[in-house]
């Protein structure tokens, strides 16, 4: 397994002391106040307790949203009267399911209210058995287990341990979308706790114009308590999913990066591969230049050879291959439940852009700047190279989602991880810009960043789309539902 490149390990002892505050009187009146009007299973968490920490311990620890108490909510009623609460009284509030988000937008909320819906996680399957309703908590590496013992599937995401609604909402990238579309396209229909409380449902019948946005830019605009997906049966065929790892020294990224973009140009791009990269530092395999790892995700039990042979024929310094199941593929990637992807603890900075096909060149630039960074990143610093199949994305029409960017074929982002240290944010940051500046050197083409992965000082045009009439609907529709922006901490559409 090539996983401790991944999100490079080390056991990090962070020190969570300083959400261990005094609760304030705020936060005792609040609990005296909101509290009654809270079904039974409904819990207020103030400042020192375990179900605090728990809610605001962060999967980066440069994300710093601060908060007066937490609300874990159990039912939607719940999740309307903190909101109305928080407005009367003047609070903020943030809901958290996965804790993954990582925009600087979030730091924004100050002493808010934090509605904690992780408790709020059931899957049952309509009875016609293409649809499921998911409630709006649920983290994404148990939605898969659920539907699959229940010989089902969906459009999910690459990390167990994030939720499974807030990438939905900026559209979402996953193993099947290839087949199925985006999981934003999976989305039948919507309960959705708005701006002043109210709880209304969203789908292409009722408030069409805001199923349009929140699928693309829905964070802008809800709480969601809970959604009716579609969801597929499994196929015997189609449940093996074979996986190959081959790390390579710098000097094979030209070669190797060639041969992908032979696979991005096929004009049929079989729906069944995905393929992925990582570029990191490794001093035992090489102390002079970071070393990059190849993946190829097949949705079968044995690559074509087709594929794996030109790679093969780079002489790789190490392989590894196995086959396993749609969970076993984020095992693959140590993004399951208790592997380094989901450990919390380490700062972390993201600066993406997608792009059509792998700018060779500007790779080249991006692997000297990674080699040349201080050297406190070095340990959990890397760079994310994702090539999902994009077979059915690009087939669904763009103007029917918010989502802006169904042409984009690839998902790239310098990812700086390193010991939560606040006078390194800045560097960190500018650093992730100057590598994303230099990927986009030359191509020719706009910044297009991926909502989920935006650092927060992009434009709206790079998150949300370059067409007028985008940002219009998105504007008014923003006007309409949400006139006081209190949903405004993660890439608002408007400040
Ligand atoms: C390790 C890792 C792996 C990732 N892998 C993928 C991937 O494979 N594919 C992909 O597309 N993205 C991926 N992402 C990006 C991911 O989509 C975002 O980080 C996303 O915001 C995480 O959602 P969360 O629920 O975990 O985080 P949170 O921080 O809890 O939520 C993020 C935002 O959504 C809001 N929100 C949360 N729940 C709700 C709700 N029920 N209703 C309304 N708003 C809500 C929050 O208020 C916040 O603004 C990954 C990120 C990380 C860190
Ligand atoms: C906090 O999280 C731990 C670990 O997941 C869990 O065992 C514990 O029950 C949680 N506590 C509360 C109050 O939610
Ligand atoms: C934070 O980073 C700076 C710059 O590298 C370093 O000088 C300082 O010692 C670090 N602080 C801690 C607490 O590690
Ligand atoms: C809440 O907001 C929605 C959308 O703007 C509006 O239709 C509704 O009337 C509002 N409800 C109340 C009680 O003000």
Known sequence: MATWILWAAGALTAGFASVFTTPTNNGGSLLKQLNPLLSHEAQIYLPGSEGFVNATTRWGGATTPTFTAIVKVTTETDVQHTIKYANAHNYPFLAISGTHGTPSTLNNVRDGIGIWLRDMNSVKIHQDGTS????????????????????????????????????????????????????ADQLISARVVLANGSAITVSATSHPDLFWAVRGAGHNFGIFTEIDVKVYDREKDQDSWAAMGLTYTHDKL????????????????????????????????????????????????????????????????????????????????????????????????????????????????????FGSMPSVFHQASFVLLEAYATNRVGEIAEESTAYPDRGGQLLISPLLGYAPNTTLDDVARRIAKEMRDALLEGTGEKLRAYVNYARGDESLEEVYGYEAWRLEKLRKLKREYDPHGRFNFYMPITK
């Open 254 to 369: 030209d070669k190797v990066f060639e041969i992908a973009n032979e696979w991005l140009d096929e004009k049929e791009r079989d729906v069944k591969l995905t393929h992925y990269g990582t570029i990191a530092i490794n001093p035992g395999l090489d102390p002079n230049m970071p070393i990059f790892t190849f993946w190829i995700y097949w949705q079968g039990s044995s690559i074509p050879s087709k594929y794996t042979a030109p790679l093969q024929a780079l002489s790789p310094i190490s392989t590894d291959f196995s086959v396993t199941d749609l969970a076993g593929v984020n095992t693959h990637l140590a993004a399951a439940y208790g592997m380094p992807a989901c450990w919390k603890g380490f700062s972390r900075q993201f600066a993406p852009v997608s792009l059509n096909a792998w700018p060779i060149a500007n790779l080249r630039t991006l692997l000297s700047l």
């Open 132 to 183: 499921a309703k998911i409630q709006g908590g649920i983290e994404n590496g148990k939605l898969i287990r659920d539907l699959w013992a229940r010989g089902k599937q969906t459009v999910t995401t690459g990390c167990d341990c994030a939720g499974f609604i807030s990438p939905l909402l900026g559209g979402g990238h996953g193993w099947l979308q290839g087949r199925y579309g985006l999981p």
